[in-house]
């Protein structure tokens, strides 16, 4: 169901009134980690004025040790519908166990689906009976047909509103957080209709790395990218050397604006 071969037309999936795969490159952007209502209101209210079309936000965290931040849970899920309703950027936010997706429902209008549970096949099953769009992120060790084969449980189970992110991969190499797959990005266009979105902040880890590695996404082909920005990165719970300020995440808009009129 997710291939070419099954559907020749570019699936656009409508996310509360933002077009994915559309015409249109979208940038999705917001915290790794919801930590205070102060912390997303603001970086909510920056990210749109700089032009973000949508705003990310975690609150169940999928963390690599059980002693780090978890993320603020149910409370991270108002203060991500306050942020949505005052500034009208619609929310995704992941969701990593089958109990949690009726909640995670009720609050965000898309649900992200973390590159560890890309294959928790229970979750994929629950989330292809849920009305809201997934953002299926790809497992850090998964290969190409495994993250397609990951989608097809979702059409298969009745979810058509999925979009792909590629967010990097594990390799040899050890410099960077991740190794971003850009190859993968383009490839996928081909072989599949879904659309498929870049996450330069996972995909590199570093924050100077955010803006070029966007950039190349785009012209690879990507529909559109998901971003981290906190107001004070040096304080952020998780994920802060891999994200921009706000005047960053201004910046690195305004670089992009250029490439995306002549493409
Ligand atoms: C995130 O988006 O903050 C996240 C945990 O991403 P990933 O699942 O790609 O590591
Ligand atoms: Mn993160």
Same mark, same amino acid.
């Given at each position: ?47 749109? @004025? ?10 169940? #965290? ?18 991500? #519908? ?18 949690? &997706?009726?909640? &995670? ?14 294959? $928790? ?6 989330? @292809? ?29 009745? $979810?058509?509103? &999925? ?14 957080? $991740? ?6 990005? @383009? ?10 979105? &870049? ?15 966007? #950039? ?33 995440? @201004? ?13």
């Amino acid at each position: 169901l997710v291939s070419r071969q099954f559907k020749r037309e570019q699936t656009i999936v409508n996310v509360s009134g933002v077009q994915i795969g559309g015409p249109e490159v979208i940038v999705i952007a917001g915290p790794c980690s919801v930590e205070s209502r102060d912390q997303i209101l603001t970086t909510a209210r920056a990210v749109r @004025a700089a032009g973000a079309h949508m705003l990310r936000g975690g609150a169940y #965290k999928p963390r690599t040790s059980p002693y780090d931040f978890q993320g603020l849970g149910v409370e991270a899920l108002r203060l991500l #519908k306050e942020a949505r309703d005052e500034t009208g950027l619609p929310v995704v936010t992941e969701v990593m166990s089958t109990e949690d &997706v009726d909640l &995670v429902a009720e609050y965000a209008d898309m649900l992200q689906v973390g590159a560890r549970n890309m294959q $928790n096949f229970p979750l994929l099953r629950r989330l @292809a009976t849920t009305p809201r769009p997934i953002l299926l992120k790809r497992g850090p060790s998964a290969t190409i047909k495994e993250w397609l084969l990951a989608a097809e449980y979702l059409l298969s189970g009745g $979810n058509e509103n &999925v979009v792909l992110c590629e967010r990097g991969i594990k390799t040899f190499e050890t410099e960077l957080r $991740n190794t971003l797959d850009l190859a993968a990005v @383009a490839l996928v266009k081909e072989l599949s209709h879904l659309p498929v979105i &870049v996450d330069p902040s996972h995909g590199t880890g570093r924050r100077s790395l955010i803006a070029a590695a966007a #950039k190349a996404g785009i012209a690879i082909g990507a529909d559109g990218l998901i971003v981290e920005v906190h107001p004070c990165p040096e304080r952020a719970l998780s994920d802060g050397p891999q994200s921009l300020d706000l005047t960053e995440f @201004a910046q690195m808009m305004r670089g992009l604006s250029a490439p995306l009129r002549q493409l």
